[in-house]
């Protein structure tokens, strides 16, 4: 999907169910606007068995290229690919306009059936751009070695954005499998912060 939007307008999705889906580049929905940023909202919907099948592929479930995402209320379950087996965000220009990537109340799983999963998000901005995960549940039993819940994809200075963690809950808790080295770099209080939420021991 391709389109030029204003920053008003939203697209949105809502209540769908995207089951078994494959995809070169985010196995269910691959969006990307060509020019200024494309806005969209995306709730009460799952995301369960898609797969992005290219080489070095991300965003098993959704990859958003100049794209601003709102996602509440949704499930990722067993998605796969190489780097963001749920969700891959990227930003190259956002037109000295500093937006907000927003995850909330949502739940993140997965088997790990694939040795090969690196991240469940994977993050490649090179403009201000923040990311809100609150309110989320992630179940990571059995990850891979190496696997990181948020993953950059090139190296970060804090003037490329901040992420900011709320009230999530992860099971099981290591502190390894939080971010990659590049992420910890979007913020100084990234590990701190992650560290101090509350940790719900049970799925």
């Known amino acids: 999907m391709n389109q030029e939007i204003t920053e008003r307008e939203y697209n949105l999705i809502e209540k769908c169910d995207f089951i078994g889906c494959r995809g070169a580049q985010g196995g269910a929905m691959y969006i990307n606007s060509d020019k200024n940023c494309l806005f969209i909202k995306i709730f009460d919907s799952n995301f369960e068995e898609n797969m992005a099948v290219s080489v070095d592929s991300s965003g098993g479930a959704l990859y ?8 509440q209320n949704c499930s990722f379950v067993n998605n796969v690919a190489s780097s963001g087996c749920d969700i891959h965000f990227e930003i ?3 037109n000295n306009v500093r937006y907000t990537e927003t995850i909330e109340n949502c ?5 790990f059936d694939n040795e090969s999963l690196k991240s469940m998000i994977s993050i490649l901005f090179t ?4 990311v809100a995960f609150n309110d989320n549940k992630i179940v990571a039993t059995g990850y891979p070695s190496g696997f990181h819940v948020f993953q950059t994809l090139s190296p970060f200075s804090n003037k490329y954005g901040d992420l900011s963690i709320s009230n999530n809950f992860i099971t099981p808790y290591e502190k390894d499998v939080v971010a990659n080295k590049h992420a910890e770099a979007i913020s100084e ?5 992650f560290n101090q ?7």
């Open 64 to 71: 958003l290229e100049q794209t601003v995402a709102t996602i």
């Open 92 to 94: 190259a220009d956002t």
């Open 107 to 111: 739940y993140f799983s997965n088997n």
């Open 127 to 130: 403009n201000e751009v923040d």
């Open 189 to 193: 209080d990234f590990e701190k912060r």
């Open 197 to 203: 939420l509350e940790i719900n021991e049970s799925p």
